[in-house]
Structures are given as C-alpha cells and as structure tokens.
C-alpha cells in the first residue's frame, strides 16, 4: 500500500548507544522530514531533505544524523542516544506543493 | 525569528458547542496548512489555503485565511466526541514550495459528551 512508514514504533534504548529510526515513503515525494515532538514545543524539525543526497538542517540538529541515498528511505540517526532525545519522532513526507504526510510516529525512550 | 501563534493553547467544549482556534503569524505567509492529530496518533493534514481572504470549509468545519496573509482561524461547527485532539496551523514562507514550515505549538480540545 501506498503510504509513509515507519519503525520500529517503539524503542528503549540506553544512554551513549546509536539508534536508527527507519522511514520509508512510497509516494515518490522529493521531501522528507523528521520531526521531533514534545510537550510544550509542539513539532521541532530536525532535519530534512528536497531529494535523494540533498539533506539539510532544520531548527533542533544536534545529535542527529541523516543520510538519503534513495528517494523512499530517509533514516534518522542518534549517534550517541542522550535522555533529552526521548521523544516521538515523526517522518513525513510531502510533493512541496501541498500538506506534508506524517507517519504513525516512533515513541523513542532512552534510559 | 518567524514564528506562529497559537490561542487557545487548550479548550473544553460541551458536545454540540463551537470551536474555534485562531493562528497569528509575524510574517506574511504564502499559504497556512491546518493539522489534525488525534491522542496518540500522528498529525494529519486538513486543508492548506493560498489566496488572501480565502474561506473553505470541510462539513463542519470552515477555515479562514486572512486578507494581510498573516493570520487563519479554524473554525468547528457543534463540536462531535470524533473532534478531539490537537488542532495545528503551519504556515509555509515560500512562495510555491512547502519546504519549511512554521508550526504553531496547536490548540488541544477536549468535547466533553
């Protein structure tokens, strides 16, 4: 099915380790997002990319990592998981024309 | 910075009363998107506006963009229990490209039955 997925849905994970977060969009959509939300900031962009090998930074960077090598698959990487990135993460992607479609989100914890 | 305000941050309605929440941006915008994300789930996108001034609705709900293209208010008929959740404006600043959006924080609601 057509759509924008992403995994795993929930993870916990300890302080210092690496973890990637996976998405993938069968839209064809040149731009992807990840977003990070917390209460009381509402969505935060992390990172995102206009199309395979062009990524760019967004507001909260820091700590994170992205890489586009295929248009479908935009993984978000924590190099060194730290407890102020427990967070939900969301993917999206969007045409860059219209409304962005979000992912189901991954529930990030980490200890 | 740009940014967009949000009001209310949070409303409780009683089931068949009206919502409204109101987005305020510092910046002329080239369009405003509206989001809906139901508790626990992922936002998902209403309806975006382009044209100053421009009114479309979606059954119960119409929204607004303002003529200076700077302010949106979305706009809920006799509230149902199915309109819960967190209500979010986002607002693009380039004209013909969604690529960087300025979300406001959202307006929860919360429709008591």
């Known amino acids: 099915d057509a759509g924008i997925t992403q995994s795993p849905r929930y993870k916990i994970t300890e302080t210092g380790r690496q973890v990637t977060l996976m998405c993938h969009q069968t839209?064809?959509?040149?731009?992807m997002f990840w977003y990070r939300q917390d209460l009381g900031h509402g969505l935060r962009l992390i990172y995102y990319s206009a199309a395979a090998d062009i990524t760019d930074k967004g507001e909260v960077p820091d700590g994170y990592v992205v890489s586009r090598s295929k248009t479908e698959n935009f993984p978000l990487t924590l190099e060194s998981a730290t407890r102020s990135q427990t967070s939900v993460y969301f993917c999206a992607s969007s045409s860059g024309l219209s409304g962005y479609t979000f992912g189901s989100g991954t529930r990030l914890t980490v200890v | 910075g740009q940014q967009v305000m949000q009001i209310p941050q949070y409303q409780h309605v009683q089931e068949g009363e009206d919502f409204t929440t109101y987005c305020n941006s510092s910046t002329t915008l080239s369009n405003i998107q509206w989001y809906k994300q139901r508790p626990g789930g992922h936002p998902v996108f209403l309806i975006q506006l382009v044209k100053s001034g421009e009114v479309k609705k979606q059954k119960r709900l119409t929204f607004q963009f303002g003529e200076a293209k700077k302010n949106s208010s979305l706009h809920i008929t006799a509230t149902q229990t199915t309109d819960v959740g967190t209500y979010f404006c986002a607002g693009a600043v380039e004209a013909g490209n969604n690529r960087k959006l300025i979300w406001g924080l959202g307006t929860s609601l919360a429709v008591n039955p």
């Open positions: 839209w064809s959509h040149s731009y």
